[in-house]
């Protein structure tokens, strides 16, 4: 029999609801909300970029770019995030052959690698402000300090996000819940990968060079 819809005596020229609904493709509402909530970041990191571009030379006296910032070092952690985002390539291409081991493997070395990014990022932060380079010093350091430090933010949130999927993974396999997670994770952590490049290249490069 086929699905009808009651409609009221004296009602036929008033639309009320389709007796089928349309299918949706499973988890196409999650991967959505996430680009979503992705485009909402960039609007974030767009301000911060904006306004250390407006204050940049605003150092009140105090040091400038080329006298603070290590280019060796910062290079350094840069290829940490660079590597970390190869490393979290594999651990898809292992997930998509349903290879769990390896998956988790590759999760644990891209996790390293992010921690090892945070902590240099620490270690800077440390010694700019031993040098009393902090970020009360003045506009340019307010700025620089707001958004590496919100980048730093967002690491350390999918380190731990890492983490967690790491362990959905080893009690529950690469069933399609966790594929999709681990896809979000994926847009996440390449999302922080290209965001960095920009910070490298127009807070520490062109300030150094």
Excluded at 51 to 60: D, F, K, P
Excluded at 81 to 87: D, Q, V
Aim: negative net charge; contains cysteine.
């Amino acid at each position: 029999m086929g699905s009808s819809v009651q409609v009221p005596a004296g009602a036929e020229g008033r639309a009320y609801h389709l007796a089928e609904e349309h299918e949706h493709e499973a988890g196409s509402s999650t991967m959505l909300g996430f680009w979503l909530y992705l485009m909402s970041d960039c609007l974030i990191f767009a301000m911060l970029f904006a306004a250390y571009g407006v204050y940049s030379g605003s150092t009140a006296g105090g040091p400038d770019a080329k006298e603070l910032f290590d280019l060796p070092l910062v290079a350094l952690n840069t290829a940490m995030l660079l590597f970390s985002s190869i490393t979290y390539g594999f651990a898809m291409i292992a997930a998509e052959e349903g290879k769990k081991a390896a998956t988790l493997r590759w999760l644990a070395i891209t996790g390293v690698f992010g921690l090892c990014f945070l902590g240099i990022e620490l270690y800077e932060f440390s010694h700019l402000i031993h040098e009393g380079a902090g970020p009360q010093r003045s506009a340019f350091l307010s700025a620089f300090f707001t958004l590496v430090g919100t980048h730093g933010l967002h690491v350390t949130f999918g380190s731990i996000w890492l983490v967690t999927l790491m362990v959905q993974v080893a009690k529950y396999g690469l069933g399609a819940a966790n594929m999709r997670r681990l896809m979000c994770l994926s847009l996440f952590w390449h999302f922080l990968d290209v965001i960095w490049i920009g910070v490298f290249t127009f807070v520490y490069l062109l300030g150094v060079l």
